[in-house]
């Protein structure tokens, strides 16, 4: 068995960029929603397609609990490596920005 060289980094925490930047799980959904609905326009001329999206039920299983779904994700990159400290004080300083605009 190899040794893992980057074991997972537990020290930084997803709430607590939240609690630098004063940013609330409400702001973050604000941040989705905009995301959710640049991706809902491109579907403009593609009626059909859009039809689709939302007959299938893919669009709700989106929206269910999507905040936390992505703060997890986030978290879950962190610890793994996947992602690291000045990627996720990039995203937090978008979701600020996002809530600038509301």
């Known amino acids: ?22 940013l609330e799980l409400d702001d973050v959904r604000w941040f989705l929603a905009r995301a959710e609905t640049a991706r809902l326009l491109e579907y403009r001329d593609k009626r059909d397609d ?3 999206l939302l007959w299938s039920g893919k669009f709700e299983a989106d929206l269910y609990n999507m905040e936390e779904r992505f703060l997890a994700d986030l978290q879950e990159k962190l610890n793994s490596r996947q992602t690291d400290e000045s990627e996720i ?7 600020d920005a996002a809530r600038m605009l509301r």
């Not at 068995?1 to 004063?22: G, H």
């Not at 004080?89 to 979701?95: G, L, T």
């Open 1 to 22: 068995m190899i040794p893992d060289r980057f074991p997972p980094d537990t020290s930084l925490n997803i709430n607590s960029f939240l609690d630098e930047y004063s």
């Open 50 to 52: 859009l039809c689709r």
């Open 89 to 95: 004080r990039k995203i937090m300083a978008e979701i």
